[in-house]
């Protein structure tokens, strides 16, 4: 047992060191399908960066040499096809550019919860949700202004992958949204680290998401963690690579304890595997698509 902690923590460490080693501007992987991510070149020489609108939501751009590049966020929703955004120089001019989405299909996700509240929340428990859903949506909305975006992230737990992003769900049989993050198996107290340098911009208790903290990483990507047992930190705090957040729990809707690790990118969320510099402890999940 003393030789598996020493040796998951060597992994820890050693994932850590390369997220801090990498370029503040390595990219993540392009994969233009639905809940994926586009890295598209962009035109320099006009002025100084541009600024790109997808979906009418400010795109990520990032330098690439003397030009830029526009990193987006697709929806799980969008069909396959050509897709379209604005860029917008600082000169005044703009042009339209284009990019073709791949088709992807997802599995499907089945659930029992036995507390039928956390299924069909009462009235009570509504009104609760309807207060909180506000704070919710302003920190995934968020889009702050940053020198630069790490986009090469670290796993914030070294374990197995038990459930995709992008899953249609069923809870006892109902109909819900598609699963927007990745669940990584983890029992309950095993800490829980920032996979890449951030603010915390909200941390709560929520009715389903449990106790959830919001790292903000700057120009609209953020981190989500969900389901915790204790959050170490607090609003305000600036965190690097590898810095505790809290603690893997069962707060909230969930059928035992885990992470569930949301990415939000332009306020959509995409796969958080994108990201990743190493994923060899999610290719071992149980489930997979």
């Not at 569930?260 to 999940?285: A, Q």
Request: cysteine-free; hydrophobic content about 35%.
């Amino acid at each position: 047992m003393m030789m598996k902690r020493m040796f998951s923590a060597v992994t820890l460490l050693l994932t850590v060191v390369a997220a801090a080693a990498a370029t503040a501007h390595e990219l993540p992987r392009h994969k233009p399908v639905p809940g994926g991510v586009a890295v598209i070149d962009l035109p320099g020489d006009r002025g100084g960066r541009p600024e790109v609108r997808y979906r009418d939501r400010q795109g990520l751009v990032v330098p690439n040499g003397d030009d830029y590049r526009a990193i987006l966020g697709i929806p799980l929703g969008t069909s396959p096809g050509e897709q379209r955004f604005e860029v917008r120089f600082p000169d005044g001019e703009s042009l339209q550019k284009r990019f073709h989405v791949e088709p992807k299909e997802y599995a499907e996700s089945r659930i029992t919860i036995a507390d039928e509240r956390l299924v069909t929340p009462d009235a009570e428990a509504l009104e609760r949700i309807n207060q909180e859903r506000p704070r919710i949506r302003r920190a995934l909305a968020t889009h702050s202004e940053a020198d630069s975006v790490p986009l090469a992230f670290a796993l914030p737990v070294e374990n197995v992958e038990t459930s995709p992003f992008g899953r249609q769900r069923y809870i006892n049989d109902q109909p819900r949204n598609p699963h927007s993050g990745i669940d990584i198996r983890g029992a309950t107290g095993t800490p829980i680290y920032a996979p890449a340098p951030g603010q915390v911009i909200e941390a709560g208790h929520f009715y389903f998401n449990g106790k959830t903290v919001f790292l903000d990483h700057g120009e609209g990507l953020i981190s989500m963690f969900a389901h915790m047992d204790e959050i170490k930190v607090s609003v305000g705090d600036e965190l690097d690579t590898g810095e505790l957040v809290g603690t893997v729990g069962m707060t909230g809707r969930v059928t035992g304890p885990h992470l569930h690790w949301s990415v939000s990118l332009g306020n959509t969320m995409v796969n958080p595997r994108y990201f990743l510099i190493d994923e060899s402890p999610l290719d071992r999940r149980e489930n997979a698509e």
